[in-house]
């Protein structure tokens, strides 16, 4: 059983452009977690989902950031026109059902640096 | 509003060593408490879950304990090995929504 898998795993991105990370849960999860690490920082949730449905975004920064979990497919955590401070390692989660109850699986990460 | 601590920031042992990693958080209204271990650059490892209703977790040489009511958890390492160097990261979920919040990790070095 695979893991979580994020794709790519480093990018490189100059101030302004559009950056789309993705995120296949685990085989069997339906739902998937955002979180952010900024440089000398702590690991932040951004946004939760399940499938075709934004459950929770509060830690999302209210521009530039959207997030989808379509009905087939990977999520997508996508950030537009990006700055430098949006240089961080992004990770995805994944759980089979409410995480109450259930371990979050993480996935690599993956790694933002914008020039 | 959970906030979560950790201490200490840092430690550096001999090998061999047996460790304790403590967490604290204010909020006592937890669903559970995962343990991670992150390596440089890489991702989270989840090592224990503790649910709200158990008193602690054991996996070989880890052993997780959590007090509720007291808002901390401990994470016990014995008989410590250089491989073990790493983050080491607590995080409480408060069930409502689901999501993980992160201690500051305690950054430990095991010297051969």
């Known amino acids: 059983n695979a893991g979580v898998m994020q794709n790519p795993r480093h990018l490189v991105r100059r101030r302004g452009q559009e950056a789309r990370l993705r995120c296949s849960p685990m085989?069997?999860?339906?739902?998937v977690y955002w979180y952010r690490q900024l440089p000398e920082e702590g690991l932040k949730f951004m946004v939760y989902?399940?499938?075709?449905?934004?459950?929770?975004e509060s830690g999302m920064p209210k521009e530039r950031f959207s997030a989808e979990f379509p009905k087939e497919g990977p999520s997508i955590l996508r950030i537009q026109q990006v700055v430098r401070g949006d240089s961080a390692a992004y990770f995805c989660?994944?759980?089979?059902?409410?995480?109450?109850?259930?371990?979050?699986?993480f996935g690599p990460g993956t790694r933002l640096t914008v020039t | 509003k959970q906030e979560v601590t950790q201490i200490p920031a840092a430690l550096s042992v001999p090998e061999g060593e047996n460790l304790v990693l403590n967490c604290s958080f204010t909020d006592s209204a937890i669903y559970n408490l995962q343990w991670f271990r992150q390596d440089p650059g890489k991702g989270l490892t989840s090592l224990l879950l503790?649910?709200?209703?158990?008193r602690e977790q054991t996996s070989g040489r880890l052993n997780a304990s959590l007090d509720k009511s007291s808002g901390r958890s401990t994470l016990y390492i014995a008989a410590s090995q250089p491989g073990d160097s790493a983050t080491y990261l607590c995080a409480v979920n408060g069930g409502a929504t689901n999501k993980l919040i992160f201690g500051t990790g305690t950054l430990l070095a095991v010297q051969p």
């Open positions: 989902l399940q499938k075709e449905n934004i459950i929770d």
């Open positions: 989660a994944s759980s089979p059902r409410t995480a109450g109850f259930y371990e979050q699986y």
């Open positions: 503790i649910q709200s209703s158990q």
């Open positions: 085989k069997g999860h339906s739902h």
